[in-house]
């Protein structure tokens, strides 16, 4: 018997393996491109342009595929090496698969607008071809010592005579068999669901794109909600552009035509609504600022929206809550959950159901088809996308997702503010600078902001108000520097007199406070 083991074939089977759970993995957090298609583009990123066009002038439509081709040669030369290199010891071949992910994650960071979820799938197919390596080494039969005599042992520990000899050649073969044909099931099965999420993700996006809601208007922000400081945040958050948080690695794929909401629980009658009742109801628009309580001081969690839906107050009203509930569990489709005051969900304020973000559908990410929006309240307690069911209840009876895990149960968004001109580390020429931000207190409304430099005496900013109540406002003031190094500091004052606090807190349980501060140097315009 002098079978040695199929090395390179264990490799190619762990790699194939890695190649479909990443596939699966970035089908499932609708990422653009699944990793090998990364790599491909890269691969065309840096390719000569004289020698790209030879390659289209001459392969002409199989140009593509060709490349892919390519890709997954010099891949499956990778999953081979990373084979080959298990006997000379198994720090080896990790090292292989490792410089394999590495170039994976590489091709998927510099695709246009990547983040660090990109980088998931990577994690998923590197994880899935050490396992599968490491398993089928085992199935294929004793191990064999590390080492430059690798092969000679292997050779030896084949035989019968040897001490592992009734699990030599010919059950190695079988386990190795048996695992070799599981790992390609298991390839074919994550491929194939990869697909079936992806193309469900793409047939409920097309749904979203054909939906049209009657009464949803697209708004430019009032006039006077902007202050002239280049810089400054855009008052209105383009959807893209919007924060976005939730629990789920897949995002619902949820077809309005199949979509319910249903309100049960402590009211006189229980409410079932279709997307189509919805949308036919009287339509709410409202600017609404959304924040999320883990959003330290000038954190980026905090958007600002044009939102259409129905007021969460007619749809209560429908259901007739009971006297003694003062609670509203609002589930997602995704399982996730959240408590909200019933008052904050039926007194006056805009309070909804939205159906539309900035004259859209909802963004799948943001919760479509409908998800609840509810002003001055952070949106681990009130904001569910995807929302499917509300039970009217009390607080003592339930406990919600977050509150779960050591957060508030009730949590009104605090009195903020931040400095978005200047950066820290700015250098600007000393003498007037004007500077500029952001201030917020949903549903309780902002009255005046101050800055301070370097600790001196507080100054008014001038504010630009807008209507509501329910956004964020823009700031600006004109501050006197000399040369040096400098520190602002901001603070907001809002309409009910409370002066925002210097105490900096953490942002568990009920959300950050504290000001803002920025450091900049301001230099002598003769330097
Ligand atoms: N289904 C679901 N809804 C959710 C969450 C979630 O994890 N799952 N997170 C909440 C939190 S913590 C915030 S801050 C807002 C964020 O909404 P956005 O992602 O649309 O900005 O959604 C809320 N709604
Ligand atoms: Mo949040």
Redesign the pocket.
């Known amino acids: 018997m002098q079978t040695s083991r199929p090395w390179g074939l264990l490799g190619v089977a762990a790699g194939v393996a890695g190649l479909a759970t990443s596939y699966l993995a970035a089908k499932a957090l609708t990422i653009r491109d699944p990793p090998l298609v990364a790599a491909a583009e890269l691969v065309v990123r840096f390719t000569p342009g004289a020698v790209v066009e030879w390659a289209i002038e001459t392969l002409g439509p199989a140009d593509k595929p060709v490349l892919m081709l390519l890709v997954v040669l010099v891949l499956l030369a990778g999953f081979v090496a990373a084979g080959w290199a298990w006997p000379r010891g198994w720090w080896r071949s990790v090292l292989v698969w490792v410089l394999l992910a590495g170039a994976g994650l590489l091709a998927v960071q510099l695709q246009r607008g990547a983040g660090m979820v990109d980088a998931v799938p990577i994690g998923v197919g590197l994880a899935t071809s050490l396992l599968c390596q490491a398993l089928l080494v085992r199935l294929a039969g004793p191990a064999s010592p590390a080492g430059e005599t690798a092969a000679e042992t292997a050779g030896e520990t084949e035989g019968h005579s040897s001490p592992e000899g009734r699990t030599g050649a010919a059950p190695g073969r079988r386990g190795l068999l048996a695992g070799l044909g599981a790992t390609v099931v298991l390839a074919v099965a994550a491929t194939t669901f990869g697909r079936v999420v992806g193309n469900r993700k793409r047939a409920i996006q097309e749904s979203r794109r054909l939906v049209r809601i009657p009464g949803v208007t697209d708004r430019d922000p009032p006039p006077r909600a902007r202050v002239d400081v280049p810089g400054v945040t855009s008052w209105q958050t383009p959807n893209e552009d ?7 690695l897949a995002v ?1 794929t949820i077809d309005p035509s199949q979509w319910r909401l249903r309100i049960h629980g402590m009211v006189e009658r229980e409410v079932v609504l279709t997307y189509q009742q919805l949308i036919d109801m009287e339509l709410t628009e409202a600017w609404i600022t ?6 330290p001081v000038a954190g980026p ?1 905090i ?1 600002n929206a044009w939102w259409s839906g129905v007021l969460t107050e007619r749809l209560l009203r429908m259901a007739r809550p009971l006297p003694d509930a003062d609670a509203v569990l609002q589930t ?7 408590s909200t005051p019933l008052s904050a969900m039926t007194d006056v304020r805009d309070a909804m159901v939205a159906v539309a ?1 900035n004259g859209e559908p909802l963004p799948l ?3 479509f088809p409908a ?2 929006i509810v002003p001055g309240l ?3 307690t ?6 499917v069911d509300w039970e009217v209840t009390r607080f003592v009876d339930v406990d919600a ?2 509150t779960q895990r050591g957060w508030a149960e009730q949590a009104p968004v605090r009195l903020g503010s931040r400095i978005d001109v200047p950066s820290a580390g700015d250098t600007v020429p000393a003498g007037s600078v004007r500077v500029g931000g952001m201030a917020w207190h949903q549903h309780v409304g902002i009255s005046a902001v101050e800055v301070a430099v370097d600790g001196g005496d507080w100054q008014s900013a001038e504010v630009a108000l807008p209507r509501t109540n329910d956004t964020w406002v823009q700031w600006a003031a004109t501050v006197e520097v000399g040369p040096g190094d400098h520190v602002l500091r901001v603070r907001a004052r809002d309409k009910r007199g409370e002066v925002q606090t210097g105490v900096r807190r953490d942002v568990v349980p009920d959300g950050a406070t504290g000001w803002h501060e920025v450091g900049f140097s301001a230099s002598d315009e003769d330097d």
């Open positions: 919007f924060y976005r948080i939730d629990t789920t619902p959304l924040n999320c309580v883990s959003n969690l958007g997602s489709d995704d399982g996730w959950n959240c973000m990410e943001h919760g998800r609840t952070y949106g681990f009130s904001a569910c996308k995807w929302v997702f977050w």
